[in-house]
């Protein structure tokens, strides 16, 4: 980073200099000849517009990561809920039960907090309850079934914790703030004094667009938070199915867990 600032600073100073010495030589117009601001303005404003697109596309990716691991994670949920449908009653039964509790926490308890990009410890509860019940599953022919569908949840589950982090750090965000903000200034530093209603009207046009794609660029960075958030539909819909395969199986059992996730206490 040094090494840029140290940089951008030689040339500063070169372009000054030559300004000072090597202008008078190669160009013959007055010295009062030149750029206007307004001949300026144009590369400032396409810069501004080059930064928000590539900070949109970067948040963007990160949504869209975070879509797929929360769909994901509840494929995986779901299809080590039908895999149990192959193991011991007793082992089936833990497992399916587990899972609608597992979806509970993750719905109710983690979603909430990955708006502010934490997780929850809730989740976890129920996860390790599944690999105490796969060891006494060794040597069965599911085993390896439910060991490998139970990695899938974990690795998304991972993913989606990760991408519920912002993509984009701080410092980027009050640089593209900054930047708006010189460019605006700049503009109305452009624009006539007189009969200026439509120059008015444009630059407060412009004002507004890059203003919706910063606002943009800060939502989608936040995918579980924003206003464009990523809902539970998925893992709400396999805990619907967990629920419903668990009753069918065992209809006389209660699940281990209450309506948020939390482990039922004698």
Known sequence: MILVIVVAALALLAGLAANRWLRPRLVTADDDEGMAVKDLVGPLLTMTVLLLSFVLVTANGSYGKAEVAARGEARALDQLVETAEYAPAAQRARIQAGAVCYARAVRVQEWEAMADGNGSPAPSVWSTGFRETFESLAGEPVFGMLVAADNKRSDEREERLAQATSSIPPTILWFLLATLVITVTALGICLPRRN???????????????????????????????????????????????????????????????????????
């Open 196 to 266: 200026n209603r439509g120059q008015i009207v444009t630059l407060v046009v412009i004002t507004a667009l890059l203003t919706t794609a910063l606002v943009i660029i800060r939502d989608v960075d936040r995918p579980f938070g924003g206003i464009i958030d990523i809902t539970a539909t998925a893992i709400t819909e396999t805990e619907r199915q967990a629920q419903r395969d668990s009753t069918a199986n065992h209809p006389a059992s209660d699940l281990p867990c209450d309506d948020d996730g939390n482990r039922r206490t004698a």
